[in-house]
């Protein structure tokens, strides 16, 4: 059977911030499926790292600039108005699920027209699904694409932002009239169960996030370097960091934040006299040769998916401290691959880190069951073989069932 021919859709592609799905990505086409990416928003340089994701980026369709062009967008709309009640179906369907106000009003008339742009590009392509990474905007672009082309949808819901605006962003209508939801985690799925009909449950699976085991070489567990790898806002956590830095007592002991984001400014203030470099976003090989001088991994967010940040650290080997919050305890088991704290915590954060520190031989145990939990359930190739298990099912009207393979 020939696999369907697929869209990929998200506000930004690539980024430096979200290279899972540029690795779904690429692992669905070693499957055999033609995998065409698109993107609202041309994502800016910063987050252009390394030659793999500007070769991506020149390859992606841009919406909003197939959009500038008055004549494209006029003539979408006409194609989609030769079916006229099928427009107009979409059109109410914007108008209906448009957060409250007139600002909400307005930006899904916007959607919508970038909506009509998007499922004449995909109609032209011949493309059989399109796929959606994160069930914001873009998602609500691909819901209305999708109603316009009859072309079937899915989407990839992540958390944790999108459970605090749930109604704004209506998962519930998403849910209802996508071909199947793949959530990232158990957890995910419980929260999307709270606001979907209860009709739909059977099709929202679990789809891990995964990495590329192979690409991570051991670490070398015999110093003091830790690392932190993320987006630098508020909900990171990493002035806790900082405060348990303070608190730690082994020489030689340093910190070395990769990423970048909104907080670095005030972040760069907040570190000065502390033993810590900002080295701002880096490819996926440039994280990869950091892990492998890293001794200890540290992530001290209050809110998360599954950090895919997390599983890189753990594929590399290396022993990893993070909050015991959402969907993180179905990654890391406490005591075993790491250590889990609670979220705020600067003292219990610090006592994690110094243990680890000073027990080389725990750090190369924790950093074997890590790798080992990343091999069994958290490895690109597995994962995108059971998303192309769901593209190829609901495709030919025989779905999977069940949550997982």
């Not at 800016?44 to 390394?50: A, I, N, Q, R, Y």
């Not at 009640?85 to 106000?101: E, H, N």
């Not at 209802?176 to 999307?192: H, T």
């Not at 110094?354 to 790798?371: A, F, V, W």
């Amino acid at each position: 059977m020939t696999p369907p021919k697929l869209a990929y859709l998200t506000g930004e592609y690539p980024r430096a911030s979200d290279t899972f799905i540029q690795r779904e990505v690429a692992a669905l086409r070693a499957l055999g499926h033609e995998v065409l990416t698109c993107s609202i928003r041309t994502t800016g340089h910063e987050h252009l790292v390394g030659p793999e994701q500007r070769q991506e980026h020149a390859g992606t369709f841009k919406v909003l600039d197939a959009c500038k062009s008055p004549l494209r967008l006029m003539r979408a709309h006409l194609r989609w108005m030769k079916h006229p009640v099928r427009y107009m179906q979409a059109l109410a369907l914007a108008w209906r699920t448009a957060p409250k106000g007139v600002r909400g009003r307005v930006y899904n008339l916007i959607y919508f027209a970038e909506a009509a742009v998007l499922a004449a590009h995909l109609a032209d392509e011949g493309v059989d699904h399109l796929h959606n990474h994160i069930a914001k905007a873009s998602c609500t672009v691909a819901m209305l694409a999708s109603a316009l082309s009859g072309i079937p949808y899915s989407f990839t819901i992540h958390g944790p932002d999108i459970f605090f605006e749930p109604h704004h962003w209506r998962i519930d209508e998403k849910a209802a009239r996508a071909a199947f939801v793949a959530c990232i985690s158990e957890y995910c799925r419980a929260q999307l169960m709270c606001f979907a009909d209860q009709a739909h449950w059977d099709r929202f699976h679990i789809v891990h996030c995964g990495v590329d085991v192979s690409r991570y070489a051991m670490s070398r567990h015999n110093g003091a370097n830790l690392l932190f790898v993320g987006r630098l806002a508020a909900v990171k956590g990493v002035p806790v960091l900082f405060d348990a830095l303070r608190r730690i007592d082994i020489a030689g002991t340093r910190l070395t934040m990769i990423g970048d984001g909104p907080e670095r400014s005030d972040l760069e203030r907040r570190a000065q006299g502390l033993p810590i470099e900002f080295v701002g976003y880096k490819s996926q090989s440039d994280v990869a040769r950091a892990l492998a001088d890293t001794d200890v991994f540290v992530l001290p967010s209050f809110a998360e998916g599954v950090p895919v940040v997390l599983m890189e650290a753990m594929a590399a080997r290396v022993p990893v401290v993070a909050t015991q919050i959402a969907g993180i305890p179905e990654l890391v088991e406490h005591g075993v691959s790491g250590f889990l704290v609670p979220p705020g915590d600067a003292i219990a954060l610090q006592s994690a880190i110094q243990t680890l520190l000073n027990d080389p031989d725990r750090r190369r145990s924790m950093g074997e069951k890590g790798r080992n939990r990343v091999e069994s359930a958290f490895e690109i190739r597995a994962e995108a073989a059971w998303l192309s298990q769901l593209f190829t099912g609901y495709n030919a009207g025989r779905p999977p069932r069940g949550k997982r393979p």
